[in-house]
């Protein structure tokens, strides 16, 4: 049976995104777009706009590697505060400064995505956002915390399933979403392409 259904490749090296589709039952098949995240192009586009572009453009260039039947979902993420995007810090010094922004206060987690079902040649795509609040940290808990160099790679400079989830008290929308892929969302599309869960998981 699951012969004649298409592959899901995931054209993402996160493995919070690869964890949570496997932990959902899926078995994607992992292809790394490349694309370059920190182009003026995207960086001059408002936060909830950009990860949707981003998304996009990542789906789409896998889909041009690929020769299979396949289902591509891509993604980026961004954490939005007082109105600026705060992608991945790079370094030590951005994620301590980053960190000492946010402590008590909120921001907004968005999520694009985009899902291309090449068979039918359908192409879904759309924002998921999560508000993200942070308890106060003190400065000995953000220089513990940037020390494990898990800030340095994360869109935020933090994760909900890693070292920082101790000072995230609440967040309102969709968990999944924060770690780096809507399972709500992917499911929904899913079914708006014309594949039950229950067939999207016999997918190899």
């Given at each position: ?13 996160s ?10 039952g ?21 936060p ?9 453009t990542?789906?789409h ?13 891509g993604c ?10 705060l992608g991945?810090?790079?370094t ?10 946010v ?6 987690l ?67 979403n924060?770690?780096g892929?809507?399972m ?21």
């Amino acid at each position: 049976m699951s012969a004649n259904l298409p592959t899901i490749v995931l054209a993402s090296q996160s493995n919070s995104r690869r964890r949570l589709l496997e932990s959902a039952g899926l078995s994607p098949k992992i292809i790394v777009s490349h694309v370059d995240e920190e182009t003026e192009f995207f960086n001059s586009m408002p936060p909830a706009d950009m990860v949707i572009a981003l998304a996009i453009t990542k789906a789409h260039t896998v889909r041009e590697q690929i020769d299979f039947p396949a289902i591509i979902i891509g993604c980026d993420s961004t954490f939005e505060f007082d109105g600026q995007s705060l992608g991945k810090p790079g370094t030590p010094e951005i994620a301590t400064e980053r960190a000492q922004r946010v402590r008590g206060n909120s921001g907004l987690l968005h999520t694009g995505h985009c899902i291309i079902d090449t068979v039918n040649d359908i192409e879904i795509s759309d924002r998921v956002t999560t508000r993200v609040t942070f308890d106060h940290m003190s400065d000995e808990e953000i220089a513990d915390y940037v020390a494990t160099e898990e800030p340095l790679h994360v869109a935020g400079g933090f994760t909900l399933d890693g070292f920082s989830s101790p000072f995230i008290p609440s967040i309102h929308g969709d968990y999944t979403n924060v770690v780096g892929i809507s399972m709500p969302f992917v499911r929904k599309a899913f079914v708006q392409l014309g594949y039950s869960w229950p067939q999207v998981k016999l997918m190899k």
